[in-house]
């Protein structure tokens, strides 16, 4: 059965489709319809702004950690500093702190940090 058009349905599966093509139209135009997103979900849109309209990634970047902030009551004054200093410097010893940061509190980031522009795609690669 295929949902209608502007269904929480439909625009579960715009967004997925967004996020495999790295479609930030598609994605916003998902995201006005399930605002808001979850947290992991917005830390990968998140990542792919960083990607694809890097004019626009401070801003985002402080709205995703203002969510932490307010939606994570287990997220303290140390950790909102470790997820300024990593969307701050992006590389990899900020990757590694965001995992253990996601490990204890549970932000559940392993698809965002898979995006992340020193990501283990590049793992491999010498400097």
Known sequence: MRS???????????????????????????????????????????MLIHRRDPARWSRAGVRWVGRVA????????EDIDTLVDALLTLDRRS??????????????LCLGLALWPDGDRDEGRTP
């Not at 990757?95 to 559940?108: F, I, P």
Request: no cysteine; proline share 6%; charged share 30%.
């Open 70 to 77: 307010l939606e994570q009551s287990s997220v303290v004054l």
């Open 4 to 46: 209608m058009p502007g269904t929480p349905e439909e625009s579960r599966a715009q967004l997925a489709r967004g996020l495999r093509a790295g479609n930030l139209n598609l994605i916003r135009a998902a995201a006005w319809q399930l605002d808001p997103l979850p947290l992991d979900v917005a830390f990968e849109v998140l």
């Open 95 to 108: 990757r590694e702190r965001l995992r253990e940061l996601d490990r204890r509190v549970g932000l559940n």
